[in-house]
């Protein structure tokens, strides 16, 4: 699957919708390719006491297919004034969930645009731990 492909399929699955309280769901939506090539999906959860990003959504179902590995991923976000389509980067508390599903995800691609793509340790270049103070 193109990056292309992934950034429509992940845009089609875009549903805002607004609580009574203000919480706004399904505004962002991420899509990833597994290492064996199935494609999942997910969108943001805000609530009062815990939020969910999309990408840990896309990961969660990943994780629930008995799957561990990412090969791409990437989040996008729509803007209702402009209907302008932004792929956003992964927060830090993403990151760290990629890498923490499997170590081998260090590799996975983090697409950022169109043409745009980076290798999650290249988002998270301080993940080993650090070695002892003298």
Same mark, same amino acid.
Not at 7 to 16: D, G, M, T
């Given at each position: ?11 089609? *699955? ?13 505004d962002?939506?991420?899509?990833? *390719? ?24 896309? *990961? ?12 791409? *991923? ?32 260090l ?11 980076v ?16």
């Open positions: 699957m193109t990056n292309e492909e992934l950034i429509k399929k992940a845009e089609s *699955i875009l549903n805002p919708y607004k609580t009574n309280d203000g919480r706004l769901f399904g962002v939506a991420a899509a990833l *390719i597994s290492e064996k090539g199935i494609l999942y999906t997910g969108v943001c959860v805000d609530t009062a006491s815990w939020g969910l990003c999309a990408e840990r959504s896309a *990961i969660a179902a990943m994780i629930t297919g008995k799957e561990y590995k990412i090969k791409k *991923i990437l989040a996008v976000w729509k803007d209702e004034k402009n209907g302008k389509l932004y792929v956003l980067p992964p927060c830090g508390t993403c990151r760290e969930f990629i890498r923490r599903a499997d170590e081998g995800n590799e996975t691609e983090v697409i950022l645009g169109r043409d745009k793509v290798k999650l340790k290249e988002l998270l270049p301080y993940y080993e731990w650090p070695k002892p103070l003298d």
